[in-house]
């Protein structure tokens, strides 16, 4: 059994950053990819970024490539997303999950609860 905590969210400025944490417990030797994905109201859930467990090669969608950036720690037991230059459009439920290195909700098998990220002014 896996879980999954976000934190880090909260309410940023235009122009601003923040960084958020995914702490993961229990067995998580299965996993391939950490994914970080987000939910506006009213839209689905879109990949954010996602990173390989084995080999480090990364992912990011368009709307956030040069401003965002996926790591983990080297136990690989708490994944991050740096948010930098933050547009009011960012502004969504985040969630991390683990699975294997894709793009789709499908790909991935183990959720957090998601932390809010609010960009205004």
């Known amino acids: 059994q896996v879980q999954l905590v976000e934190s880090g969210g909260g309410l940023v400025q235009p122009g601003g950053s923040l960084r958020l944490s995914c702490a993961a417990s229990g067995f998580t030797l299965d996993y391939a990819a950490i994914g970080w994905f987000r939910q506006a109201p009213g839209k689905e859930r879109e990949a954010v970024s996602c990173?390989?467990?084995?080999?480090?090669?990364?992912y990011y969608a368009e709307s956030v490539k040069g401003r965002f950036t996926i790591s983990r720690d080297a136990t690989k037991s708490t994944g991050y997303l740096q948010m930098n230059s933050l547009k009011p459009e960012d502004t969504a439920v985040y969630f991390c999950?683990?699975?294997?290195?894709?793009?789709?909700?499908?790909?991935?098998?183990?959720w957090g609860q998601g932390t809010q990220v609010t960009v205004s002014s």
């Open positions: 999950a683990l699975g294997t290195f894709g793009t789709q909700v499908s790909d991935f098998r183990s």
């Open positions: 990173i390989s467990l084995r080999n480090g090669a990364t």
